[in-house]
């Protein structure tokens, strides 16, 4: 699998000049906490782990931030529930 790179508001996994994977956030204007709005996952990469890795990344940097993540995509909010280990920057 490539590599997960950061642009504004996304991490992304491109490949052959192609988006193959992203998740999308934005900051809140008054808390800074960020909301997941968007993950995709091209075939390619399903079944691989790449939307968890991509939430993981959002994760990370909520983590690094000391912000709080709103999951308003589905996949993410499942993500939520499945991980524990994220219920800390949950908000």
Known sequence: ME???KGEGRFYIAGDGKDLAEI???AD???GDLVID???VSE???GQGAGEKLVRAVV???REQNVHIVPECPYAAHQFEKHA???DVLK
């Open 29 to 31: 204007q008054t808390t």
């Open 85 to 87: 280990e994220y219920r």
């Open 3 to 5: 590599q997960i790179a």
């Open 44 to 46: 390619d990469l399903r």
């Open 24 to 26: 999308t956030y934005k």
């Open 60 to 62: 990370d940097l909520a």
């Open 38 to 40: 968007h993950t995709f």
